[in-house]
């Protein structure tokens, strides 16, 4: 039976593989820890009902998230798959999440206009992104979601930028996601699978 909070939000192509999207729709009335173990548990079940075993055993959670694989199991092989997911709880009756699934480093990553004013938008871009904030709040938020689907992907955890940085994030491939709300935005990052040892 399918969860009542869940929904595919659909696939992006890539030339290695689809990424698959779910949207989450979160009870409005958890804490940010209920919410975070919420969604861990909607991937969990997500995995288990639409993936081979063999696939979401070797799977890659984002970092410092609890698992229900062990850690020695989980490091025998490379990941068979990879998970990246963001959720915030915006001015409406239920809170939303993104989880994106794929076979190769992804991230995924979504905000809103309406969660700092402008010059709050101006010194986290200029500290994570080195830019200026845009005046549109949903243009800052979109930069936003960039800059943290892009470091979920490479796995490193949020940064201050640098060139060095910047390199590292310009890696990733990134893909604007439409979204039904003015105000929200989400970014989904992505880097080409890892080659295989010769064996």
Not at 23 to 33: E, I, N, Q, V
Not at 63 to 71: D, G, M
Not at 160 to 178: D, F, M, T, Y
């Amino acid at each position: 039976m399918s969860s009542p909070y869940s929904s595919s939000a659909g696939h992006v192509a890539t030339p290695f593989g689809e990424i698959a999207l779910w949207r989450l729709l979160l009870p409005a009335d958890l804490s940010r820890a209920r919410q975070r173990q919420h969604v861990r548990a909607e991937a969990q079940e997500l995995l288990m009902r639409h993936y081979p075993v063999a696939s979401w055993q070797h799977a890659h959670w984002p970092p410092n998230v609890p698992t229900p694989i062990s850690e020695p199991q989980r490091l025998q092989s490379e990941p068979a798959l990879w998970l990246s997911w963001s959720y915030l709880q915006p001015a409406a009756p239920q809170a939303l999440a993104l989880l994106a699934i794929a076979p190769f480093p992804v991230g995924i990553d979504l905000s809103a206009g309406h969660l700092l004013d402008l010059a709050g938008w101006d010194a986290v871009l200029q500290l994570y992104g080195g830019i200026a904030a845009p005046p549109d709040p949903l243009d800052c938020a979109r930069l936003w979601t960039r800059i943290e689907a892009a470091e979920k992907c490479v796995r490193t955890g949020l940064r201050e930028w640098s060139v060095e940085v910047q390199a590292q994030r310009s890696r990733c491939k990134l893909v604007e996601l439409p979204l039904a709300s003015t105000d929200l935005a989400a970014t989904l990052a992505w880097l080409p699978p890892r080659p295989r040892p010769a064996g």
